[in-house]
């Protein structure tokens, strides 16, 4: 009983010895008597003892792997270090664990390889600018080159590209002066903004001034008219007047019924305002040339 119990014993540990539990987001590539058996993925599985062995365990995440500055030489014979971050994530752990021995050793070779052949093609100006360029098309060589791997590359991304010392300075030289060049840019054209604002101002300013001038010579005009109108009206109704104050003074004489005396004494009045004036020739009516003699005498009884 007791080597029975001991024995069951020995075969209980040897069976949860093999169970094998996979966590999420990994697998397990099992051998059985050194070949390839199976892919356990996550969940509960089960080894056969001596048999089964478990060769490679394997994450199923993106991982993130930065390689050291790698020595480019451009189109133009500048020598530049570049590194690059590559976003990787095992699909296939079979091809991962058979398809090439140390995997990063090599995504690394074939990256700084892959970056010196396009950098090869491009200027400095050009590698400098065109960074989503140079990521693209590393990104799709080595995604078809990692295929045979189990190796899916996602993204890679150049870190940094640093140019020599001398090729810094001039850069930093020519970007002062880019920056020196759009400053007098700006202010030239702040200038010439200004000088046209003045120049509008000006020119408004004056057209104002004709206008408030036009405007004036039209009021001033218009009151002398008016002056002149009422001036016409004052002296139409002054003539108005008098000769309605005529009319009315020989209405009275017609209503008087005057003698031959009298009208003649009226026809001397008018005579003697005539001879007051600046005539120089006087033209006496025959009707009153008998009574000349009257004239003083009648001056001086009208007085």
Known sequence: MIWAAILLLVILVIIIANIKIVPQAQAYVVERLGAYHATFSTGVHLTIPIIDRVAKRISLKEAVVDFPPQPVIT???????????????????????????????????????????????????????????????????????????????????????????????????????????????????????????VAEGRKASAILEAEAEKEAAILRAEAVKEAKIREAEGEAEAILKVRTAVAEGITKINEANPGEGALRIKALEAFERAADGNATKIIIPSEIQGIAGLSASVKEFLK
């Open 75 to 197: 189109k133009d014979n500048v020598t530049m270090s570049i590194d690059t971050v590559i976003f990787y994530r095992v699909v296939d752990p079979k091809l991962y664990t058979y398809g090439v021995e140390r995997p990063m050793m090599a995504i690394e070779n074939l990256t700084a390889t892959t970056l010196r052949n396009i950098i090869g093609e491009l200027e400095l100006d050009a590698t400098l600018t065109s960074r989503d360029v140079i990521n693209s098309n590393i990104t799709a060589i080595l995604d078809d080159a990692t295929d045979a791997w189990g190796i899916k590359i996602n993204r890679v991304e150049l870190k940094n590209i640093m140019p020599p010392r001398e090729i810094q300075d001039s850069m930093e030289k020519q970007m002062k002066a880019e920056r020196e060049r759009r400053e007098k840019i700006l202010q030239a054209e702040g200038e010439k903004k200004s000088a046209i604002l």
